[in-house]
């Protein structure tokens, strides 16, 4: 069974940063691209960022390039999304999604909240 | 960006009822698209991929049609667990982008 569990959410200032993790377990993790899709509160899905299964291609939003960055650990099975800069608008609930492209697998998201 | 439209907003049904929803792309995309299911207060969880290829543990009242630019999620005899948000995603061009969601409820 595919297990993805997001952690490192919370409440932050406007400007700083906050590092997100997702833990995957029940499948190969190194042979998956792997993505991070946002929902705000009471709005709908957000794509953020794509990695490639092995880490060597990244893509972005053009709303958060230059400010996060998607990166990945195979041998810990572990997906990262560094947040810098964070803005009032970055507030969501942030899903980590099996596959890059088609996004069949999903945590049960981790709450960022960016306010003063 | 490639935008897709979903139609309707909101879909009041009966259960035991045969319905389709509409997925719009402002460009044509091939099959490019997917189907998800977000029951309130969970995660999204993927219903149908590449307009129509089944996904392992979906129903088989779920199915989908479609190619280009106009696509269709189908449920057949809709149960009460299906009451929920139904979004349609894009992979033929980055951005990734998904439609704002057509909510099915109870009639």
């Known amino acids: 069974e595919v297990q993805l569990v997001e952690s490192g959410g919370g409440l932050v200032q406007p400007g700083r940063s906050m590092k997100l993790s997702c833990a995957a377990s029940g499948f190969t993790f190194s042979n998956y691209g792997m993505a991070w899709v946002r929902q705000a509160p009471t709005k709908g899905l957000e794509w953020v960022a794509t990695?490639?299964?092995?880490?060597?291609?990244?893509y972005y939003r053009d709303s958060v390039k230059g400010r996060f960055t998607i990166s990945r650990d195979n041998a810990k099975s572990t997906l990262y999304l560094q947040m810098n800069s964070l803005r009032s608008e970055d507030t969501a609930t942030y899903y980590c999604?099996?596959?890059?492209?088609?996004?069949?697998?999903w945590g049960q998201g981790v709450m960022v909240t960016v306010s003063s | 960006d490639i935008v897709l439209t979903q139609s309707p907003a909101t879909l009041s049904v009966t259960p035991g009822e045969s319905v389709s929803l509409s997925c719009r792309a402002s460009q044509g995309i091939s099959t490019s698209i997917h189907w998800y299911q977000q029951k309130s207060n969970e995660s999204p969880r993927l219903l149908i991929k590449y307009a129509s290829q089944s996904i392992s543990g979906i129903p088989s009242r779920f199915s989908g049609s479609g190619s280009g630019t106009d696509f269709t999620l189908s449920i057949n005899r809709v149960e009460s667990e299906d009451f929920s948000v139904y979004y349609c995603?894009?992979?033929?061009?980055?951005?990734?982008?998904f439609g704002s969601g057509t909510k099915l409820e109870i009639k």
């Open positions: 995603q894009q992979s033929y061009s980055l951005p990734l982008t």
């Open positions: 990695i490639s299964y092995d880490g060597s291609s990244t």
């Open positions: 999604t099996r596959g890059g492209y088609t996004l069949n697998g």
